[in-house]
């Protein structure tokens, strides 16, 4: 398809498993992002790629979570050891931007549900 | 850290009435973003504006930045149900970083 997708889109996981998040940009997007939107605290930067790089893992909560990019496209966002912490939408998206404007394409988020 | 602070977090009117978002920044803004968002879905982008004094316009939406760069208003004119969502702001931090910042948004409802 033309846009961002996102995969699963629903995830129930119990704690302390690991679950894996996964991402495809629009085609020949170099920039990436992963965002969490949870109840209460709004949509919340998580990290961002350029290319297979991620030069901005600033946003990243703990080292339970990490990500990585492949091939300049897919992305996948790996949580281990959930918490219930961890429940929220999921979201990715991608942009052409090298600098100057940035807009973003977002995919429909994966919803995460830690219990 | 540069903040958004969007203004009204919920707006309830009347079908075919205006309505104005407000999007304010503590520090000037490089670019801004607006967005909305149905439950369940993905952010829809809706406009984007870099320069003091900008407005942009599509369909009866029309959004504008301020001479300082500091604000911005999204204006909707003549209301109709498909426009009820949550509308987001969103800026960059400027520099290298590309990532955006994000108000906690505004949700509209439309009363038919």
């Known amino acids: 398809g033309a846009g961002v997708s996102q995969s699963p889109s629903n995830k129930v996981t119990e704690k302390g498993k690991d679950v894996e998040l996964r991402c495809d940009p629009i085609?020949?997007?170099?920039?990436l992002y992963w965002y969490r939107q949870s109840l209460g605290q709004g949509l919340e930067f998580l990290i961002y790629f350029q290319g297979n790089s991620a030069p901005d893992k600033s946003g990243l909560p703990s080292d339970r979570f990490s990500a990585e990019r492949t091939g300049g496209s897919v992305s996948t966002l790996t949580i281990q050891r959930t918490q219930q912490e961890d429940s929220a939408v999921y979201l990715c998206?991608?942009?052409?931007?090298?600098?100057?404007?940035?807009?973003?394409?977002f995919g429909p988020g994966t919803r995460l549900t830690v219990l | 850290s540069q903040e958004l602070e969007q203004s009204p977090q919920s707006l309830i009117v009347q079908e075919g009435k205006n309505l104005t978002i407000n999007c304010t920044s503590s520090?000037?803004?490089?670019?801004l973003y607006w967005y909305k968002q149905k439950y369940g879905e993905g952010l829809i982008f809706l406009m984007m504006?870099?320069?003091?004094?900008e407005e942009k316009s599509h369909e009866k939406i029309t959004a504008k930045l301020d001479e300082k760069k500091q604000q911005s208003s999204l204006h909707i004119t003549a209301s109709q149900p498909s426009h009820a969502g949550i509308y987001l702001c969103?800026?960059?931090?400027?520099?290298?970083?590309?990532?955006?910042?994000f108000g906690k948004g505004t949700k509209l409802s439309v009363k038919p």
């Open positions: 998206a991608s942009s052409s931007w090298t600098s100057g404007a940035n807009e973003q394409f």
């Open positions: 969103g800026a960059t931090r400027g520099g290298s970083q590309g990532n955006l910042i």
């Open positions: 520090k000037t803004l490089y670019g």
């Open positions: 085609s020949g997007h170099t920039a």
């Open positions: 504006l870099q320069k003091g004094g």
